[in-house]
């Protein structure tokens, strides 16, 4: 017998929960692509995103995923034969790496290893070391999605500037934009790239490059007419901004999930929101972790993600958690991914990015409660107390004005 008959969650880093009114927005008749609604929609879309990245510099919005982001931005960004750092702490890191390579790009790396945070004086040392300076972008990802690792942006900024060298910084907001707090220009980052169905609540489809005046300037000629961030982000006419046909649709789903966003919620509020539910499920892992095997892979608080939790389990015990969830209760969760040390089957992941309250994260949280009962996998007690608990305290110190102080010291404009 299966208790799965209501409404499905998702809670895996993308696709996200699909808010109805995103779906609904997308259901129409084809527009006009030549004048008209969807012409100033895509306006408003593209100013909206320079809002959301904190940014005043540019943005290139491609039918693709984020993937493709990573080749859209490395083939604006360096030359085969030219040389990137990439900062890894985590699965994905790698993965743009590795996009790189197959690209002819020549890849230098500094491994953090899968469990924490960035270590900026390694940042320095390494790029103080290129004498010649033959790096021309230091890239890293800000929600490493398979550890679950957060990178302070700021501190990596700040070791590029300690080293005095004047490679570009590009950061993968895949995974955190309109999650983790992210400010574009305030911190110094010259090349961002995100996609639209995490944070940003839109079906797969759409993926986007921010750059600075410095990243223009000092990109490189782009050899792919496709991947050109030039004339998509400073068009001359509609069809340049899409190198084609537009993805109508797509952008009235984005449309509505930016008015949710942006002039609904607020963008510190969307920040607030998700830093709350991160704190809920650390608590809850916590709790479980008193006994038995789970545990959070990021020990240290400060270097976690706000919009992915990362849990090991005991030996096998995570697949099986994942699929009594998924079959038995209609929860889905994330995968635990390629790790060096760990079989995959030992992780597993909880998403708590974008269309997200407090009934859909405390009843997933409590739903793994349940498997772990049912399945007779060993636990403490008391973690979807302890999730509840940081909410209601959040709460409180909202109404005691905290959340509206927060809310100034990120002074959104
Ligand atoms: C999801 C993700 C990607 C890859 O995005 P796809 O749309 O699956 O290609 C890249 N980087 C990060 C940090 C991600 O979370």
Redesign the pocket.
């Known amino acids: 017998m299966s208790f799965s008959y209501g409404r499905a969650i998702r809670a895996i ?2 696709p996200s929960m699909i808010p109805d009114r995103v779906l609904n927005a997308m259901h129409q008749a084809a527009p006009n692509i030549y004048e008209g609604e969807l012409v100033e929609l895509t306006g408003t879309v593209r100013s909206d995103l320079r809002r959301v990245a904190r940014t005043e510099g540019a943005v290139a919005i491609y039918i693709g ?6 080749e859209a931005s490395l083939a604006n960004m360096a030359r085969p034969g030219e040389r990137i750092l990439v900062l890894l702490t985590g699965r ?1 890191g790698r ?2 790496a590795e996009t790189a390579r197959r690209l002819g790009i020549e890849v230098e790396t500094i491994d953090f290893g899968f469990r924490g945070a960035v270590e900026p004086g390694r940042i320095e040392d390494h790029l103080r070391a290129d004498a010649d300076r033959r790096i021309r972008a230091v890239l890293t ?5 398979a550890s679950s690792a957060l990178t302070d942006i700021r501190a990596v900024r700040a070791a590029i500037d300690a080293a005095g060298h004047p490679a570009l910084l590009a950061v ?5 934009l309109a999650a983790d707090r992210f400010e574009m220009d305030a911190w110094g980052v010259d090349v961002m790239i995100s ?1 639209c ?2 944070g940003l609540m839109t079906p ?1 489809g759409l ?1 986007f490059t921010f750059q600075s005046d410095k990243a223009m300037a000092e990109g490189v000629p782009c050899p792919s007419p496709y991947w050109d961030w030039r004339p998509r982000s400073k068009p001359g006419l509609f069809y340049e901004l899409f190198h084609g046909t537009a993805p109508t649709h797509h952008l009235f789903g984005l449309r509505e999930a930016l008015d949710m966003i942006l002039l609904e919620e607020g963008l510190g509020n969307v920040w607030a929101r998700h830093a709350v539910f991160a704190r809920a499920v650390a608590a809850a892992v916590e709790a479980w972790g008193r006994a038995g095997a789970l545990e959070l892979n990021i020990p240290a608080a400060p270097a976690r993600s706000y919009a992915v939790t990362t849990i090991r389990t005991g030996p096998g015990e995570a697949g099986r958690i994942r699929a009594w969830c998924e079959e038995i209760a209609g929860v889905t969760l994330g995968i635990g991914l390629e790790t060096p040390g760990v079989d995959p089957s030992s992780m597993f992941r909880i998403a708590h990015m974008g269309h997200l309250n407090p009934p859909t994260l405390l009843g997933t949280l409590a739903t793994v409660e349940t498997a772990l009962d049912a399945l007779g996998i060993a636990h403490g007690p008391g973690a979807v107390e302890a999730a509840s608990r940081v909410i209601a305290a959040a709460d409180r110190e909202r109404a005691r004005g905290g959340a509206e102080s927060v809310e100034r010291r990120i002074a959104i404009g």
């Open positions: 880093p993308g995923n984020g993937h493709a982001m990573w994905f993965g743009w990802t800000q929600t490493d999605t993968d907001c895949v995974a955190s996609a169905q995490k797969p993926g």
